[in-house]
């Protein structure tokens, strides 16, 4: 094969135009290498969907090729759909250690861990594949142990940052490894694919450390318990937490199941370091004076099953807020999510709480790089191509924007959406085509068999509710045996209703004297009529739409 039509592809699966559901397939000659494997949260018209997890068909058609899946961190929205797609693809999985511990707790749930191939790596690690290799260059995040990877190609490097920010000063000491991004940029990267979250924020996004400086002086002036409420996931949070709880004698006890098993994998690897009797079991709290104790919990974003919401809603077993409680949502709510941690904050702040949840109160800080990072990433880097990722379309223009500030011209940019096939030359980007991508609906136990007919369906039950007409007719004759009899469910109560209920008897009379007179005995035209003659009087009377559901039964 001539060098000039060697040509590597780039397919986003996931995480563009969106924030969540983080895939990325890259795709040289023979070999696939993916970029994480996360799931997002449901959408609030969404009705009973659990989570939503990415649509691999072109993967699964492609699985000679796929050689792995390679994690940059351990959040869900990189991870989550791990258990899933393992389910399709027999593929081994690599990521740094504690990457691995977490996704080991959610493969153990699914029953595939024993069959699973983990490999663990660090960075500056690379793994040879038949015609590219990949390697792991250390980055920071709000998880510790997140790398960025270089996929190594005959082109050049094909380069993914992770989600990442630059800190200084980080609390495990692990810096970002500048030096190693800089000599690839010196000797040359084809592609960047760069965080896009926080590219409209100017300046620098604050160090952790500086969190940990506020939990102490919140420290310090709280009088009784202190109740903290954090992603489960930040290992650095948790460490500053147990810190500040130790200087000042409190003992520290952990609520919410994704924070037992984090805490517990971390206690495990050697990520979070405590003196021996710090932790204690959330039975053992009330031995314990109440300025003594330090609770961390889950539910900062206000979900309505997580511990914090049942504390603010009197429902948790163990944990009762009191007068005196110091309470610190140590996040930012997700967007859409807050109008839930307003309703937890007000309902706390009712039962007595001290509650310091702002942003100004410098309880919280983002993992995610600000524009002069992410200009730092790029300058470091020096690409020769630019495709922005993890965000919604405006964080993806303004990230390109941000690139042509910096020099680079607009024909070495360009803007994808999830499923563009992206060809790369040394000396052209271009789309070409795309392939089958998408969201896949988790629902209970069923994964994809709710679809988007289902949650229209959903959604029309939710807004106007459902009528039910059932029909008993005599085949032999075509006479009305019995009914017609109507159900209502969400669209009005029968019992107070009963004038308009009895005339909607009337309008199904009609439709089916109307379909005897045109002699119709097609069931299926007998359940239209019946439809279209009964959704029309009741749109007249009530200005809704409930859903129409003829039942005829034959004797």
């Known amino acids: 094969m001539k060098r000039e039509k060697l040509k590597a592809k780039i397919i986003p699966l996931g995480g563009i135009n969106e924030i969540g559901k983080n895939i990325t397939a890259i795709e040289f000659k023979n070999d696939i290498v993916v970029v994480d494997c996360g799931l997002k949260f449901p959408d609030e018209d969404m009705f009973g969907i659990d989570i939503v997890i990415p649509d691999i068909s072109y993967l699964v058609k492609n699985a000679h090729k796929v050689r792995g899946i390679f994690l940059t961190h351990g959040h869900e929205d990189h991870i989550g759909a791990i258990p899933y797609v393992l389910k399709q693809l027999n593929i081994p999985v690599y990521g740094t250690k504690l990457t691995l511990g977490i996704l080991e707790a959610k493969l153990k749930e699914h029953g595939l861990l024993s069959s699973t191939e983990l490999i663990t790596v660090k960075p500056r690690d690379v793994i040879k594949l038949s015609s590219v290799s990949v390697e792991f260059i250390k980055t920071n995040h709000s998880i510790a142990d997140s790398v960025a990877i270089a996929v190594h190609t005959p082109l050049g490097v094909i380069l993914h940052t992770g989600d990442f920010k630059v800190e200084y000063t980080p609390i495990d000491g692990e810096r970002m490894d500048f030096a190693r991004f800089a000599e690839l940029g010196r000797k040359g990267v084809l592609a960047l694919l ?62 919410g199941r994704s924070m037992e098993n984090i805490v517990q994998v971390a206690m495990e690897l050697g990520y979070l370091k405590m003196e021996k009797n710090t932790l204690i079991s959330i039975d053992n709290i009330n031995k314990y004076p109440n300025e003594k104790i330090v609770v961390i919990t889950t539910g900062s974003q206000g979900e309505p099953m997580s511990v914090l919401a049942r504390m603010a809603a009197s429902e948790h077993k163990k944990l009762i807020i009191v007068e005196g409680d110091t309470v610190v949502i140590s996040a930012t709510p997700i967007p859409g999510n807050e109008k839930l941690v307003s309703k937890v904050i007000n309902q706390l702040c009712k039962k007595g709480a001290e509650v310091i949840h702002k942003s100004s109160e410098g309880v919280h800080v983002s993992g995610h790089a600000c524009q002069e990072e992410l200009k730092l990433m790029q300058c470091l880097v020096n690409p020769r191509f630019f495709v922005p990722v993890h965000g ?164």
């Not at 988007?452 to 007719?473: A, E, K, P, Y």
């Open 392 to 555: 919604e379309y405006r964080h993806l223009q303004k990230h390109v924007e941000l690139a042509h500030s910096l020099g680079m011209p607009k024909e070495n940019t360009l803007i994808v959406e999830n499923g563009d096939v992206v060809e790369i030359t040394r000396d052209s980007v271009k789309k070409n085509g795309s392939v089958t991508s998408g969201q896949v609906f988790v629902d209970g136990l069923g994964v994809g068999d709710v679809g988007n007919i289902v949650l229209r369906d959903r959604r029309h039950l939710s807004q106007d509710g459902i009528v039910v007409i059932v029909v008993t007719i005599d085949k032999a004759s075509g006479y009305i045996a019995s009914g017609p009899d109507i159900i209502s469910r969400g669209f009005v109560y029968v019992r107070e209703s009963e004038d308009l209920m009895g005339e909607a008897k009337n309008v199904v009379r009609y439709a089916l004297e109307k379909c005897e007179s045109n002699n119709t005995k097609d069931w299926a035209t007998i359940k239209s009529t019946i439809r279209d003659e009964l959704k029309g009087y009741l749109y007249e009377k009530t200005k809704r739409r409930p859903m129409i559901l003829p039942i005829i039964m034959e004797i």
């Open 194 to 255: 760069s965080d896009s979250t926080n590219v409209e924020k100017p300046g620098y996004t604050l160090s952790e450390k500086t969190v940990g400086e506020n939990l102490t002086r919140i420290f310090g002036k709280a009088k009784g318990r202190i109740i903290i409420a954090t992603f489960a996931s930040n290992i650095h949070r948790i460490q500053q937490i147990i810190e500040s709880a130790e200087l000042y004698g409190r003992k520290v006890a952990v609520s």
